[in-house]
Each structure stands twice: as structure tokens, then as C-alpha cells.
């Protein structure tokens, strides 16, 4: 049985509702062939968000881990090419941390590539429909942070496990009584990009011939 990580983040920044714990539910409860897929909810925290994931980490090995977070302001899907080594946060996290220019790990490479299929995700829900690009920036904060922090591990323990990072937009009730107007996308559309990213994630690459 093969082991698929899903993590996503709770509520921050006055948020009620978070739609990457929303959807990382929704889609833990569906079935995937030959495949066991393990749901962890992290804390909008500086420190225990990653601890909580590298320990999830280690007690199941899992083959493929597929990080999920919010982007407020964001009309697509994103799945993310790469994490950077600065924690730089806009606004504090649920904790009161908030980081100014500081590096993720003190000496620690300028970032990580994920290792995650994201050109054929972002193919794949286009095809179905799904708002969906590639992502250069997965900001400075607690998600960068959670990525960075992730492929770090996968590199230092020299672990096989496959991770990459997706953002999703705000969810239609998120933007009601907002000032300004925002895009945002049903939980419907949500989940069914994440579950099309996961079985993506899952598939052997495909084999193109000239």
C-alpha cells in the first residue's frame, strides 16, 4: 500500500474557515487505488507547523507528500516550483511570530525545487476545467516556510519522498464582506483540483513520443 501525505493549514489573519483544510478533508476520505492517504492539520505556526509535519513525516515514510495552503488573492490553482530560504512575514502567524529577512536554516540553500509533477497537474485541471497554473513564488510565509522546511528534510535524511507544494484561492463565502473585490473559487472546484493533482501525483510520467 503506498502512503500519500496531505497537509494543510488551519484558519489565520481572522479567517474562519481555511480552504486547504476544507479540501485536504474532503479529499482524505476519497479512495485511491493501492493507496493510503493520511491527512495532517498543521498550526499557522512558525515552529509547530514544522515539526508536526517532518514527525507525521517520519512515522508513515509516506511515497508522495502534497503540501496545501491558502493564497487570498489568487484566481487559480497554483501548484508551486519552488521554496525559498527567508522567512519574511506580513502579517504575524496564530502565535505572534513575525519574522523580518530571516533565513528558514542558517547556512541552508537558497531554495528547493519541488519534486511534485506540477506542469502535468496544472495540464491536468486545465483539462478538466480547473483554473490552474504554475507557480514562481510561494511567498514568505508559513507556506514557504512548510516547504522549504520539507525538501530540506527530504535532502538532509535522504528520504525518497516526492513533496511539492499547491496553493489554493479564497473559498466564494471568504470574499462576501470583504472591502475589495477578490477572486475565489467553490470548495466543489477546490476539491476536485486537489483530488486531480493527487491522482496525477500518483500516475507513472507520461511518455511522449516525437
Do not use: W
Given at each position: 500500500?503506498?502512503?500519500?501525505?496531505?497537509?494543510?493549514f488551519?484558519?489565520?489573519?481572522g479567517e474562519?474557515?481555511?480552504?486547504?483544510?476544507e479540501?485536504?478533508r474532503?479529499?482524505?476520505?476519497?479512495?485511491?487505488?493501492?493507496?493510503?492517504?493520511?491527512?495532517?492539520?498543521?498550526?499557522?505556526?512558525?515552529?509547530?507547523?514544522?515539526?508536526?509535519?517532518?514527525?507525521?513525516?517520519?512515522?508513515?515514510?509516506?511515497?508522495i507528500?502534497?503540501?496545501?495552503?491558502l493564497?487570498?488573492?489568487?484566481?487559480?490553482?497554483?501548484?508551486?516550483?519552488?521554496?525559498?530560504?527567508?522567512?519574511d512575514f506580513?502579517?504575524?502567524?496564530n502565535?505572534?511570530?513575525?519574522?523580518?529577512?530571516?533565513?528558514?536554516?542558517?547556512?541552508?540553500?537558497?531554495?528547493?525545487?519541488?519534486?511534485?509533477?506540477?506542469?502535468?497537474?496544472?495540464?491536468?485541471?486545465?483539462?478538466?476545467?480547473?483554473?490552474?497554473?504554475?507557480?514562481?513564488?510561494a511567498?514568505t510565509?508559513?507556506?514557504?516556510?512548510?516547504?522549504?522546511?520539507?525538501?530540506?528534510?527530504?535532502?538532509?535524511?535522504?528520504?525518497?519522498?516526492?513533496?511539492?507544494?499547491?496553493h489554493?484561492?479564497?473559498?466564494?463565502?471568504?470574499?462576501?464582506?470583504?472591502?475589495?473585490?477578490l477572486?475565489?473559487?467553490?470548495?466543489?472546484?477546490?476539491?476536485?483540483?486537489?483530488?486531480?493533482?493527487?491522482?496525477?501525483?500518483?500516475?507513472?510520467?507520461?511518455?511522449?513520443?516525437?
Amino acid at each position: 500500500m503506498r502512503q500519500l501525505l496531505l497537509s494543510a493549514f488551519e484558519p489565520f489573519a481572522g479567517e474562519l474557515i481555511n480552504p486547504s483544510i476544507e479540501a485536504a478533508r474532503a479529499v482524505a476520505k476519497l479512495e485511491f487505488p493501492d493507496t493510503a492517504v493520511n491527512l495532517v492539520e498543521l498550526p499557522v505556526e512558525r515552529y509547530r507547523a514544522v515539526d508536526i509535519a517532518i514527525a507525521r513525516m517520519r512515522s508513515i515514510e509516506p511515497e508522495i507528500m502534497i503540501m496545501l495552503g491558502l493564497a487570498g488573492g489568487r484566481f487559480r490553482i497554483n501548484p508551486e516550483r519552488v521554496a525559498i530560504n527567508v522567512d519574511d512575514f506580513r502579517i504575524p502567524d496564530n502565535a505572534g511570530n513575525q519574522p523580518l529577512g530571516e533565513p528558514i536554516i542558517a547556512d541552508g540553500p537558497a531554495g528547493y525545487f519541488s519534486t511534485l509533477p506540477i506542469q502535468a497537474i496544472a495540464d491536468r485541471l486545465k483539462e478538466a476545467n480547473v483554473p490552474a497554473a504554475v507557480s514562481n513564488t510561494a511567498g514568505t510565509y508559513l507556506c514557504n516556510r512548510l516547504f522549504y522546511s520539507v525538501m530540506h528534510y527530504i535532502a538532509v535524511e535522504r528520504v525518497t519522498t516526492a513533496a511539492g507544494f499547491i496553493h489554493l484561492p479564497y473559498l466564494h463565502e471568504q470574499t462576501v464582506n470583504k472591502e475589495s473585490e477578490l477572486p475565489s473559487m467553490s470548495l466543489a472546484t477546490i476539491v476536485e483540483g486537489v483530488r486531480l493533482a493527487v491522482e496525477v501525483s500518483l500516475s507513472p510520467p507520461r511518455v511522449t513520443t516525437n
